[in-house]
C-alpha cells in the first residue's frame, strides 16, 4: 500500500517565502536580499469562436504572458533607484537636454541586455533550487522609486513591471519515487 501525504514525511508542499530572485543587468545587480515580492510568470490563451448555425464553438488562439511585478526595499548601498536608471540609461535613455539628445530613444537589444534575464527560483528546506523561471527578452513597463512619508517609519520600496516575450521552467526531478502521490 502506498502512502497517503498527510502520512508521509517527505511529502512537501512548494512555499511561498523559500525563493529569491535575480535581476542582474549588464553592469550591476539588485541584490537579493532586497527583494521584497515578485509575482510568478503567468499567461492568458486567447479564444477564436467559430459560430456555426446556432452553436458556438471556440478555439484556442495566441499565447500572451502577463507582466510580472518586483517590488523591492531600496538600501543606500547598493542603491537600487540608481541601478534600475543606470539600466534605463544603458537601455537608450538620455534626457532631452539638446535637440540632439532627444532624438535617442530605446532599443529592444538594448534594453535586453541592460536588464538581463530576470530569473525566479524557488528552493526547498535546505536551500536547493526545486524551481526556476526565466523571463526571456525582458524590459521594464514601469518603474515606481517608492513614496516618502514624515509620519511613518517604512522602509523605502520601490516597484517595477517587467515584460517579457515568453517564461521558461526548469524544475529539479522528484528525488524519489516514494514522493508522488498515488489515489
Known sequence: MTERFW????????RSFRWYFTLAGATDSLE???????????FTVSEVPHQYVAHTF?????ITWNTVD????DPVVPDHSA???NMLVEAGYTPPRDEIQSRTSFSKEKFVAAVGSPMITQIDADGKEIEKWTLNN??????DYG????GTEEL???????????????VRPPASPSSKLTP
Open 7 to 14: 502520512s508521509n514525511p517527505a511529502m512537501e508542499p512548494k
Open 32 to 42: 537579493t536580499y532586497a527583494i521584497k515580492t515578485v509575482k510568478k510568470p503567468s
Open 58 to 62: 471556440y478555439y484556442p488562439g495566441r
Open 70 to 73: 518586483v517590488t523591492f526595499i
Open 83 to 85: 541601478i534600475i536608471s
Open 138 to 143: 525582458a524590459f521594464f513597463t514601469s518603474v
Open 147 to 150: 513614496q516618502l512619508d514624515y
Open 156 to 170: 523605502v520600496i520601490n516597484s517595477v513591471t517587467i515584460r517579457y516575450d515568453y517564461a521558461t521552467l526548469e
